[in-house]
């Protein structure tokens, strides 16, 4: 089950240039709006609030902002999520989190996607979920690949059980 | 031929934290000076001059300066490099170009390289290389993988004649 088919989602979709990300939202019919921020490596607080008075929020259970793709410089911006989810893949190699120490000690939830590719690029994820709990000994995280949908259930029920704690 | 068996090389390796990258450069036996920015997502010139003080210019041909990873911050900083090379992998999707123009715009030559990879990961490694020439027609565009010396070698050539062209 899609979390679209359950919840009304709506997307604010951080970029520095373009509109891709966004794109991509569209096409599965998700209220989506898009956020440049120009030379701007993060959104911040004021960019999200913008972006807000374009969203239906009285009909909205679930708001995903995505931030820059960039693992330095969200760190020490909030932008009044409820969780905060880092998502990084194995391609990135297994080095990318103990380079990254800050984004990965202040999110909720980590995400190691595209594990299915992870012999290809000569990565092992385990090393990285490892790597990642040195940081942050209490967080969750995920292995995830598209083509597992088995390992996007246990993603996409981590957000449900989010939100019905929220409703509660 | 490896190029340090020509040249005299130095390394200035940043990065937010850690001396992994520093560390492969050493096992190379390339003298390397670490250098950390802390939150920064860039060196600056006085990063770099500081660096240089570690190094012995007057007997280095070649001096690599390896950026903090990431396409958007280091752009409106001049190093006082000779030659500003962006290197992408295919493995970061076939968007990351046209999502960071300005790097690609400002850069005297551009690497996409793992194109080894670039079926597993579902990226048209010439759709990136097209990218780049509409962003900036006039950039040389090398296309590289550690399993192809060949690549490789045209990117050493590029070095090379650069050098060349400097010290005559």
Chains 1, 2 share one sequence.
Do not use: Q
Not at 8 to 30: H, N, P, Q, T, W
Not at 81 to 95: A, K, N, Y
Not at 134 to 161: A, R
Request: glycine share 4%; aromatic share 4%; hydrophobic share 45%.
């Amino acid at each position: 089950m899609y979390l679209k088919d359950k919840y009304r989602i709506a997307v604010v979709a951080g970029d520095v240039i373009a509109e891709m990300d966004a794109s991509r939202f569209r096409k599965l019919d998700v209220p989506t709006i898009p956020v440049n921020t120009g030379k701007e490596c993060h959104l911040d607080a004021k960019l999200v609030e913008k972006a807000l008075g374009e969203i239906d929020l009285d009909n909205t259970d679930l708001l995903i902002i995505e931030n820059v793709g960039n693992l330095i410089c969200p760190v020490d911006f909030k932008l009044g999520e409820h969780l905060r989810v880092v998502i990084v893949s194995v391609t990135e190699g297994d080095d990318i989190i103990l380079k990254h120490p800050m984004i990965f000690k202040t999110s909720e939830l980590a995400v190691i996607n595209k594990v299915d590719i992870a012999h290809a690029v000569d990565v092992d994820s385990e090393k990285m979920r490892d790597d990642i709990l040195s940081l942050n000994p209490e967080v969750p995280v995920i292995l995830t690949s598209k083509h597992d949908w088995e390992s996007l259930e246990t993603w996409i029920g981590f957000i449900e059980s989010g939100l019905e704690k929220r409703t509660k």
